[in-house]
């Protein structure tokens, strides 16, 4: 049984930061690429980051670029998402998801994910 687990998420003031961690299980994690995407209350989900299943390559929606850092560490079969610098429009339940793919790209798009955590709230005071 596949099973993603979002964990970090918290209440936190506009300009800190969080470390969001998803830690997988059931899946060889190596061989999936791996995004974080969100959702604002009212909004759909959106697309946030994503990593290749090498590690080479990684992916940014336009609205956290050089704010948040995704990465991935194999040997612990989690994905990160490091933010920073922290919006309250970066307000929302932050979900990780695993697609299997091969290659050195990943998809910023949700249709192409086929796994999903159950997701981690983060809400930013300002």
């Known amino acids: 049984q596949v099973q993603l687990v979002e964990s970090g998420g918290g209440l936190v003031q506009a300009g800190g930061s969080l470390r969001l961690s998803c830690a997988a299980s059931?899946?060889?994690?190596?061989?999936?690429?791996m995004g974080w995407f969100r959702q604002a209350p009212e909004n759909e989900r959106e697309f946030v980051a994503a990593?290749?299943?090498?590690?080479?390559?990684?992916y940014y929606a336009d609205s956290v670029k050089g704010r948040f850092t995704i990465s991935r560490d194999d040997a612990k079969n989690t994905v990160y998402l490091e933010m920073n610098s922290l919006k309250p429009e970066d307000t929302a339940i932050y979900f990780c998801?695993?697609?299997?793919?091969?290659?050195?790209?990943?998809?910023?798009?949700?249709?192409?994910?086929?796994?999903w955590g159950q997701g981690t709230r983060v809400a930013v005071s300002s």
């Open positions: 998801a695993g697609d299997y793919r091969g290659g050195t790209l990943a998809s910023t798009s949700q249709a192409s994910y086929e796994y």
């Open positions: 059931g899946l060889t994690f190596s061989s999936y690429a």
């Open positions: 990593i290749s299943r090498n590690g080479r390559n990684t």
